[in-house]
């Protein structure tokens, strides 16, 4: 339900990065909270809605060039995070090799 809430009311009010809406204003008119509206962000993106982002919040995109600058950041935030996971592995040199060694849920490779 709040899917369908969230894309209607970024269509009628927040169309173009100029209208960009914060995700606490978002929060608190839909009543979810920040995990909830990133996945259903991340739903709708899915489902090939036009949601975009940017430092100024959300909108939805009424250009392809808003579409293409949000599939950049969303980039460059897979990049970081994949840098901190190969930090992350790295650092687990530092620990006693001794230590029995389970996977990680989500498929770790090691």
């Given at each position: 339900m709040h899917k369908e809430q969230l894309a209607e009311y970024l269509h009628r009010y927040?169309?173009?990065?100029?209208?960009?809406?914060?995700?606490?204003?978002?929060?608190q008119v839909l009543g979810i909270s920040s995990k909830e509206l990133r996945d259903i962000v991340n739903?709708?993106?899915?489902?090939?809605?036009?949601?975009?982002?940017?430092?100024?919040?959300?909108?939805?995109?009424?250009?392809?060039?808003?579409?293409?600058?949000t599939i950049r950041h969303t980039r460059n935030r897979i990049s970081g995070i994949s840098a901190a996971i190969s930090g992350l592995r790295r650092s687990l040199a530092t620990f006693d090799d001794t230590q029995i060694r389970?996977?990680?849920?989500?498929?770790?490779?090691?």
């Open positions: 927040h169309q173009g990065a100029e209208n960009a809406v914060i995700s606490k204003t978002l929060e739903a709708l993106r899915h489902e090939e809605i036009p949601i975009a982002s940017d430092q100024r919040g959300y909108f939805y995109a009424k250009t392809e060039t808003e579409v293409r600058l389970l996977p990680l849920e989500g498929g770790d490779d090691f």
